[in-house]
């Protein structure tokens, strides 16, 4: 399939299908999709709906997730993921890139680049992974502010307020910030950095918005599964930079490969073949278009007036 064919596109906006998603059965399984081609790959197997996490980006272009990137650089991801996949995205929106006018300058970017959802946390800049410690948070006020206004400038973009508030605040302080985020008119809550099953239960009984749980690895979060996640009541589970901590490693031991032994050749049954990659990027699906077309025929000459 190819983006190129109108009728090959998403006739509903993205924020109506996530939504959609959202009051049907079960729990929507976002996993981590950092360009187009994790995003297809993503898709094939079977998923519908996607995470664009900031420190996924933030990671391949070389750079740390403390809040560096733009509206822009963030767009042109949304756009690459939103075209070759059709399918709605969660977008991680750090603390917003400002205070209330530049959130919904972000808004409006967003949702016209394709995204279905975004997340804006309590932070300060410079913002931190919510596994790490040490984070300095905004005012519960100055947050509900950030989403008040949002809520403003959407048309159909969905807003997800995300609490780091768990850890310097405690549950119960995490807990009274997401009521007053709700009250301001997010349509969920992120409850980041928990430390296990019972939190997430508590943080279900007192918010009554869909919830979404973060399932990273190498955090405070144990090991949990989609299912353990439902059984609490969430809607939503995030795995954001799997993909990309997946990829990151092949790319390390192939860049060792070829120095220590002057090239690839022992890691190409753990390639994808050239086949593989033109069927998840629908190549032959463009050849065919591009035959497809009759040429214009241009007169050799022109024909004569009156």
Request: aromatic share 6%; with cysteine.
């Amino acid at each position: 399939m190819t983006y190129l064919v109108a009728q090959n596109l998403a006739t509903e906006p993205a924020g109506l299908r996530l939504r959609r998603l959202l009051e049907g059965p079960g729990i929507v399984q976002m996993p981590g999709a950092y360009n187009g081609l994790s995003g297809l790959q993503a898709k094939a197997a079977g998923f519908a709906a996607l995470y664009l996490s900031g420190a996924a980006m933030s990671a391949s272009m070389g750079l740390p997730d403390l809040g560096i990137l733009t509206i822009d650089e963030v767009c042109f991801h949304i756009r690459q993921i939103a075209r070759a996949t059709q399918l709605p995205i969660l977008v991680d929106g750090d603390t917003g890139f400002g205070e209330a006018l530049n959130v919904m300058h972000m808004v409006r970017a967003f949702e016209e680049a394709g995204a279905a959802m975004v997340q804006i946390e309590d932070q300060l800049l410079p913002k931190k992974c919510g596994h790490l410690n040490d984070k300095k948070l905004a005012s519960a006020q100055d947050m509900a502010a950030k989403v008040a206004a949002a809520a403003r400038a959407r048309s159909h973009l969905m807003i997800v307020a995300r609490t780091d508030a768990a850890e310097s605040e405690g549950l119960e302080g995490a807990i009274a910030r997401a009521k007053l985020y709700v009250e301001a008119g997010a349509d969920a809550i992120f409850p980041e950095a928990l430390g296990g099953p019972e939190a997430f239960r508590r943080f279900r009984e007192e918010v009554k918005v869909p919830l979404l749980a973060n399932m990273t690895e190498f955090g405070k979060t144990p090991f949990m599964t989609a299912a353990e996640f439902e059984a609490m009541g969430y809607k939503m589970v995030i795995w954001p930079v799997s993909a990309l901590r997946v990829a990151a490693k092949a790319h390390e031991e192939l860049y060792a490969a070829i120095r220590d032994e002057g090239g690839a050749q022992n890691l190409v049954p753990r390639m994808q073949t050239r086949a593989e990659l033109y069927a998840t990027i629908g190549y032959h699906d463009y050849e065919a278009l591009d035959a497809s077309i009759v040429r214009s025929i241009v007169p050799a000459k022109a024909a004569p007036e009156g």
